[in-house]
């Protein structure tokens, strides 16, 4: 994968320009959004969709329309040919499980993707990188997706084949260490086994799968999303009981409790990091309850435009119970007004208050 060219024989990079040809890529825009599910592509050149530029994703886009769902792919790259409605995804040619680990932070808070299609290890074999500890590596990188984004549905590929002997046996060994890895993960990961979709027939080069490969493996990802439905749907109010990020869409960082979980520890908005004060629990009475038995309460259960928005033992009272609306709006029992961030800032630090509703960003928060 980053060295794949080297090991392209002369029919296979033929029959790699061929596709690409025929795939003519487009010149799209980055960052495309038809307001659909947010699902993140990530993984290497088999993501990228090396040989047939879009790979996997132009099919499942297919797919996913005819079956009247709206999807937004997601992620800092972008490729693929007209056929593909949305050519943003996270595929990065060559890179292994570390290079994504290294990476995945900024990509979650920046594309906040509601599902997760991962398929990486092929370079940790084909490198010859510490091969035995892949499982190992694949986990970590899974535990940091789980903090940032817990209520992400995370499906996780098994390595499709490949038709270099040794290397397939490694890449046997690694499959047959996802499942336990992947249920040790939670009811929100899921196994999908890619390596039986595909057979070396299904490969131009070797490596990377040639179109009709590419079109079992979209078959294989939307059999997969189609089997959990929640995967294709967006979370637009925090599911009681479950913690969750909120997060601001126009600065892409996250409600945050200064303080150390003491009482009047001021709402704010910081980069997202998964702690305990960013965690929120929406429960049935209204709550979002924090640190355990801190809640997001309004001081003195104020009216005023401007009245702080902070962390308070609970306590049952109306400045501590919020109505979260489809639209992201957080809307306070007490006063009928929203949580809002303090002149549409962007920046860490910004404050967190209380103001009269009136549609803008900065009274919009997304569930992660």
Same mark, same amino acid.
């Given at each position: 994968? !980053?060295?794949?060219?080297?090991?392209?024989?002369?029919? +296979?990079? *033929?029959?790699?320009?061929?596709?690409?040809?025929?795939?003519?890529?487009?010149?799209?825009?980055?960052?495309?959004?038809?307001? *659909? &599910? !947010?699902?993140?592509?990530?993984?290497?050149?088999?993501? /990228?969709?090396?040989?047939?530029?879009?790979?996997?994703?132009?099919?499942?886009?297919?797919?996913?329309?005819?079956? *009247?769902?709206?999807?937004?792919? &997601? +992620?800092?790259?972008?490729?693929?040919?007209?056929?593909?409605? $949305?050519?943003?995804?996270?595929?990065?040619? +060559?890179?292994?499980?570390?290079?994504?680990?290294?990476?995945?932070?900024?990509?979650?808070?920046?594309?906040?993707?509601?599902? #997760?299609?991962?398929?990486?290890?092929?370079?940790?074999? +084909?490198?010859?990188?510490?091969?035995?500890?892949?499982?190992?590596?694949?986990?970590?990188?899974? /535990?940091?997706?789980?903090?940032?984004?817990? #209520?992400?549905?995370?499906?996780?590929?098994?390595?499709?084949?490949?038709?270099?002997?040794?290397?397939?046996?490694? &890449?046997?060994?690694?499959?047959?260490?996802?499942?336990?890895? #992947?249920?040790?993960?939670?009811?929100?990961?899921?196994?999908?086994?890619?390596?039986?979709?595909?057979?070396?027939?299904?490969?131009? $080069?070797?490596?990377?799968?040639?179109?009709?490969?590419?079109?079992?493996?979209?078959?294989?990802?939307?059999?997969?999303?189609?089997?959990?439905?929640?995967?294709?749907?967006? %979370?637009?109010?925090?599911?009681?009981?479950?913690?969750?990020?909120?997060?601001?869409?126009?600065?892409?960082?996250?409600? @945050?409790?200064?303080?150390? *979980?003491?009482?009047?520890?001021?709402?704010?908005?910081?980069?997202?990091?998964?702690?305990?004060?960013?965690?929120?629990?929406?429960?049935?009475?209204?709550?979002?309850?924090?640190?355990?038995?801190?809640?997001?309460?309004?001081?003195?259960?104020?009216?005023?435009?401007?009245?702080?928005?902070?962390?308070?033992?609970?306590?049952?009272?109306?400045?501590?119970?919020?109505?979260?609306?489809? @639209?992201?709006?957080? #809307?306070?029992?007490?006063?009928?007004?929203? %949580? @809002?961030?303090?002149?549409?800032?962007?920046?860490?630090?910004?404050? &967190?208050?209380?103001?009269?509703?009136?549609?803008?960003?900065?009274? !919009?928060?997304?569930? !992660?």
């Amino acid at each position: 994968m !980053r060295h794949h060219r080297r090991w392209l024989t002369a029919a +296979g990079l *033929g029959l790699a320009l061929t596709l690409s040809s025929i795939a003519a890529t487009a010149t799209p825009a980055q960052a495309e959004s038809n307001g *659909g &599910v !947010r699902i993140m592509p990530l993984g290497d050149s088999i993501t /990228d969709g090396y040989t047939v530029p879009g790979g996997y994703r132009i099919n499942l886009w297919q797919r996913a329309a005819a079956a *009247g769902y709206t999807v937004d792919f &997601v +992620g800092s790259a972008v490729n693929g040919p007209a056929a593909l409605g $949305d050519h943003d995804h996270e595929g990065h040619s +060559g890179w292994r499980i570390d290079e994504l680990d290294t990476n995945i932070t900024g990509w979650l808070r920046t594309a906040n993707p509601r599902t #997760v299609l991962l398929h990486i290890g092929t370079n940790d074999i +084909g490198q010859n990188h510490d091969v035995a500890n892949a499982p190992a590596r694949l986990a970590t990188l899974l /535990d940091h997706i789980r903090t940032l984004a817990p #209520v992400a549905e995370v499906f996780v590929a098994q390595i499709i084949p490949t038709s270099n002997t040794a290397n397939e046996a490694k &890449v046997q060994t690694s499959n047959a260490a996802l499942p336990g890895i #992947v249920a040790q993960k939670g009811p929100r990961t899921h196994l999908v086994d890619m390596h039986s979709a595909l057979t070396t027939a299904d490969l131009a $080069d070797g490596l990377h799968p040639n179109a009709a490969g590419y079109d079992k493996m979209a078959a294989r990802w939307f059999a997969a999303l189609q089997a959990v439905p929640a995967s294709l749907r967006p %979370v637009t109010t925090p599911p009681v009981g479950t913690p969750v990020l909120l997060s601001n869409p126009q600065s892409t960082r996250c409600l @945050d409790i200064s303080g150390g *979980g003491a009482d009047g520890g001021q709402a704010l908005i910081w980069d997202c990091h998964g702690g305990a004060n960013q965690q929120w629990t929406a429960t049935s009475s209204g709550e979002l309850r924090t640190y355990g038995n801190k809640c997001l309460d309004v001081n003195a259960n104020g009216t005023a435009d401007g009245t702080k928005v902070q962390a308070w033992t609970c306590n049952g009272t109306p400045a501590q119970r919020f109505t979260a609306k489809p @639209d992201g709006t957080i #809307v306070g029992a007490g006063s009928g007004k929203c %949580v @809002d961030v303090n002149g549409g800032g962007t920046a860490n630090t910004t404050l &967190v208050q209380l103001w009269q509703c009136n549609g803008t960003a900065a009274q !919009r928060w997304s569930v !992660r």
